[in-house]
């Protein structure tokens, strides 16, 4: 198309030059995509806690009992979820990966509004709004809402991405986030 128009323009034709401005892929990720990625998440999440739990009930059920075993599985699997949930996000998004493993199979990261990896401390504070939303049961009924302000804001961002000023965009993106001013100029 470029060259089409480089030749006309030689020829001392006059071209109308298409309009470039405004037409670049958007680099936020939509709400889908990041479902996928948490899917993704909590499956990997929930198999590697049920693995832990299943081997410290063999082993404790080996040692003091079935119903030892039964019983350490059930608490591990509690408590290696809980810990696992407040670790994972946190840590993933503020590494070199810039993102959980399901962002990472589906090239999306976390960046902050210059484009750059995120801290652990913003990433504890999306991660600690993120569980607020899906973890208290009364809570959880009305914060779908929450997560479905991703498909509706410019930038795709959810309450949890708001409360820590990051957004997820494609993992090729470098530079700062395009954002658009909030004055309408």
């Known amino acids: 198309m470029l060259t089409q128009i480089y030749i006309l323009a030689k020829m001392g034709k006059i071209v109308k030059a298409p309009q470039l401005i405004g037409t670049q ?41 079935e119903d030892a075993g039964f019983s350490a599985g059930f608490l591990a699997f509690f408590v290696i979820g809980i810990a696992a949930q407040l670790l994972y996000k946190p840590l993933m998004e503020g590494s070199e990966y810039q993102g959980t493993f399901g962002k990472h199979f589906l090239n999306i990261k976390v960046v902050d509004k210059h484009g750059r990896r995120i801290t652990v401390t913003k990433s504890f504070i999306r991660t600690t709004v993120y569980l607020l939303q899906t973890s208290i049961p009364l809570l959880s009924l009305i914060s779908w809402l929450a997560f479905l302000m991703i498909a509706f804001t410019e930038e795709n961002q959810g309450l949890h991405d708001l409360a820590a000023e990051t957004y997820v965009v494609s993992k090729y993106w470098q530079g700062p986030v395009p954002l658009q001013d909030k004055f309408g100029a």
């Not at 995509?33 to 993704?40: K, M």
């Open 25 to 65: 892929p958007s680099p936020f990720k939509g709400l889908g995509i990041r479902f996928l990625a948490a899917i993704i998440d909590f499956m990997l999440i929930f198999f590697a806690i049920f693995a832990g739990a299943i081997v410290l009930g063999i082993f404790f059920g080996s040692l003091f009992g």
